[in-house]
T-cell receptor
């Protein structure tokens, strides 16, 4: 079956710190991988995606690389801002069915 | 382009009552999804429609939950009767032929 495991939060960082949120997955076949973000009071939004092994998704300074050998899709950002405070979900898409991780809350302090 | 619309945004009911949620997907999106997001967890798929046909409803508690998409556009999700554990945010999403899903703002249900 399909599953996603991501690090539990909350993750609390100071502004301009380096961010890593770990994510590993299991899936049958070759899934697409996504990071979705949920800002306070808003709906889920797609942050970035990768559709095949070794692809790197990037958006708004965030990056994640699809690692088939380690079944991982870790989210990174070199310098976080207060406005990045949100809940981040790692998502596995196999057969057009999304499987979400439990979410990681990020809090960035000025 | 208008996003996925959902209503109501909030609903409070007593256990054993009934409730219905409405979703209007992005125009032209053939696939529509309903998810349940319990506080502190990731969304869980309840049902997926392709046009007006059900693709997957394996995780829908069919003894109390039902959903329809009669004309292949709008959809309703109903709970009858509600239980305390149904308290959650109910998310609707739609997608074009690509694999990206677009989510609505959700309906927050509280069952007391």
């Amino acid at each position: 079956g399909n599953s996603v495991t991501q690090m539990e939060g909350p993750v609390t960082l100071s502004e301009e710190a380096f961010l890593t949120i770990n994510c590993t997955y299991t899936a049958t076949g070759y899934p697409s991988l996504f990071w979705y973000v949920q800002y306070p009071g808003e709906g889920l939004q797609l942050l970035l995606k990768a559709t095949k092994a070794d692809d790197k998704g990037s958006n708004k300074g965030f990056e994640a690389t699809y690692r088939k050998e380690t079944t991982s899709f870790h989210l990174e950002k070199g310098s976080v801002q207060v406005s990045d405070s949100a809940v981040y979900f790692c998502v596995n898409n196999a057969g057009n069915m999304l499987t979400f991780g439990g979410g990681t809350r990020l809090m960035v302090k000025p | 382009e208008a996003g996925v619309a959902q209503s109501p945004r909030y609903k409070i009911i007593e256990k054993r009552q009934s409730v219905a949620f409405w979703c209007n997907p992005i125009s032209g999106h053939a696939t529509l999804y309903w998810y349940q997001q319990i506080l502190g967890q990731g969304p869980k798929l309840l049902i997926q429609f392709q046009n007006n046909g059900v693709v997957d409803d394996s995780q829908l508690p069919k003894d109390r939950f039902s959903a329809e998409r009669l004309k292949g556009v709008d959809s309703t999700l109903k709970i009858q009767p509600a239980k305390l554990e149904d308290s959650a945010v109910y998310l609707c999403a739609s997608s074009p032929p690509s694999d990206e899903q677009y989510f609505g703002p959700g309906t927050r249900l509280t069952v007391t």
